[in-house]
């Protein structure tokens, strides 16, 4: 084995893994946008969490109630920033798939996160780093 089927070999994983963390993305805010139930929450408050180059990451945690009265604690995605004028208490939108209960979008939090554009933009992601993992494949082996 080669030095350029190891450099190859190595880039077509990388590629390949970020190919099908975006596919995973885009599928489960497709699934999202299609299945999800949309509900009225409660804004518990912001985890915060230091991302790699030390900036501040805000995590929202919103609680709901299911119609068949169970109670859910759940995170949305990570924000950069808190939104300004929100604060803990305050009622928000929430959309759940019912099949993955912690899996939420806050529409009035983090508008766009559930637009076709952007869910078209995580699939072409997908497919143009698959294809160059293809297309790294087939030239190195």
Known sequence: MTIEHVGGGFAAAVTGVLAIGFAFVALS??????????TTGELV???????????????????????????????GESMSHAPHGVQEGDRTEVVHD???LGTIALPSLLPGGLRGREIL?????????????YQIVVETF
């Open 98 to 100: 019912p099949a993955a």
């Open 121 to 133: 933009s995580w699939g072409a992601a997908s497919v143009a780093l698959g294809l160059m993992t």
């Open 45 to 75: 408050g912001f985890r915060t969490a230091v991302a790699e180059d030390g900036d501040l990451l805000y995590r929202p945690v919103v609680a709901f109630t299911l119609p068949d009265g169970v109670k859910i604690e759940a995170e």
């Open 29 to 38: 805010r497709c699934r999202l946008r299609l299945r999800g139930v949309r």
